[in-house]
C-alpha cells in the first residue's frame, strides 16, 4: 500500500528556463488546493544536501507566473552523484517531512532522482524545464517556446543590419547536443542555411549554399548554427573558413549564448508548466513515482523515467527540408 503523501517537496535543476517559475506555483497552489503541504528547496539537489529549504503556500508564490529564472534558484551539485551527498539529501527530507518529490529540469535532474528514489524509496514525479526541448516523453519542454521567440526577435533585428550593409551573419544558438532551437527559428526567421548537431552538411555543402544564394541576387544572408555543430570547432571557425573562400562576403558572428534563457515566459509556456506541475502533485497523490509528465498530441501523458531516459526526441526532418526549399 502507497505510502499517505502529506508533505511534497519541490525543486528547479540544472540550466534555468522560462517558465520555472510558473511551475513552482502550480505545485504550490495544487498542493494548497489538495490540502497537502509545499516545501520548496533552493539551488535543486544542493538544496537538498544542505537542508536549504523553505515551506510555501498559495500566497508564496503570488505573482511569478510571469517572471523568467527560478525563485528557487538552480544549481548543478556534483556532491548529489555520490552516496554520501545523496545521504545527506534523504536525512534532510526526512527532518522536512518530505514524502515525495517533484522535481523540475532536464535529463539530468531525471538521472539523479531515479537513483535517489530507488535508493530511499522517495516517490518522484519529474517534469520537463529546459529550453533545449531535448527530453524523450514529451513534444515539448517548459521554456523551449520562449527561448524560440527570444531567437526570433534577434534574429529579426540582426536581418535588418545585415540587409542594411550587405553582410553574412552567422548566429549562434544554444543547443549542445539538439538542434531544435536552431532548425525551428532558422524556419521561422527565414535562415539561408541551418547548421545543427543531428546533420552534419559539411563545409562543401555551405560554401555551395551561400555562392547559390549570391547567384540569386540576395545581397546578404542569416546562417543559423547550433552550438553542438559538427562542422567546424565553433561558430568563430565556420565565419573564418567562408571568408577565406568566399571574399566577396562581409561576414560577422553573432553569439545570442543566454540571453535565450532569460526573459518572461511565453503564455504557451505558462501554460505548459501549469498543466504538467498539477498533474504531478496529483500523480504522487495517487501512488505514482518514477515518471515523467509530458505534453504528447496537446494531453498530458505520463512516461517511466526508464524509458525517457533512454528514447530520443528526434529532429523534424521534414523542416530541413522546407528550409532547403524556401532558402531558394
Known amino acids: 500500500m502507497a505510502k499517505e503523501i502529506r508533505t511534497i517537496g519541490v525543486m528547479t535543476s540544472g540550466g534555468d528556463a522560462p517558465g520555472m517559475n510558473a511551475a513552482i506555483r502550480a505545485v504550490a497552489r495544487a498542493c494548497a488546493y489538495y490540502n497537502v503541504k509545499c516545501i520548496g528547496f533552493y539551488r535543486g539537489y544542493q538544496g537538498m544536501i544542505e537542508g536549504d529549504y523553505c515551506v510555501m503556500n498559495a500566497r508564496s508564490v503570488r505573482n511569478i507566473i510571469s517572471q523568467g529564472g527560478t525563485i528557487l534558484k538552480s544549481a548543478r551539485s556534483e556532491d548529489f552523484r555520490t552516496p554520501e551527498g545523496r545521504k545527506k539529501a534523504a536525512t534532510h527530507l526526512t527532518e522536512a517531512g518530505v514524502d515525495a ?10 538521472r539523479g532522482g531515479q537513483i535517489f528514489s530507488q535508493e530511499y524509496e522517495i516517490p518522484v514525479i519529474g517534469v520537463p524545464g529546459t529550453i533545449d526541448n531535448d527530453i524523450a516523453g514529451t513534444n515539448f519542454t517548459i521554456g523551449y517556446d520562449t ?23 552567422f548566429i549562434e544558438v544554444m543547443g549542445r547536443d539538439a538542434g531544435f532551437i536552431a532548425l525551428n527559428s532558422g524556419v521561422g526567421a527565414g535562415a539561408e542555411e541551418i547548421l545543427i548537431p543531428e546533420e552534419d552538411l559539411g563545409l562543401d555543402r555551405l560554401l555551395e549554399s551561400l555562392k547559390r544564394s549570391k547567384r540569386s541576387g540576395k545581397s546578404s544572408s542569416i546562417v543559423v548554427v547550433s552550438e553542438g555543430d559538427k562542422i567546424g570547432k565553433n561558430v568563430y571557425q565556420l565565419a573564418d573558413y567562408v571568408t577565406e573562400n568566399l571574399p566577396d562576403y562581409d561576414v560577422r558572428v553573432t553569439v545570442l549564448g543566454h540571453m535565450q534563457r532569460g526573459g518572461s515566459p511565453s503564455c504557451f509556456d505558462r501554460t505548459l508548466a501549469s498543466r504538467l506541475c498539477v498533474k504531478a502533485v496529483e500523480l504522487l497523490l ?16 505520463t512516461t517511466s523515467f526508464d524509458d525517457g531516459l533512454s528514447g530520443t526526441h528526434e529532429i523534424n526532418k521534414e523542416l530541413l527540408r522546407i528550409s532547403d526549399i524556401l532558402s531558394t
Open 286 to 301: 495517487d501512488g505514482e513515482k518514477n515518471v515523467m509528465v509530458g505534453l504528447i498530441n496537446n494531453k498530458v501523458a
Open 101 to 110: 518529490m517533484v522535481l523540475i529540469g532536464g535529463d539530468g535532474t531525471f
Open 147 to 169: 527561448a524560440l521567440n527570444t531567437v526570433i526577435d534577434a534574429i529579426d533585428k540582426i536581418r535588418d543590419t545585415a540587409s542594411s550593409h550587405n553582410r553574412l551573419f
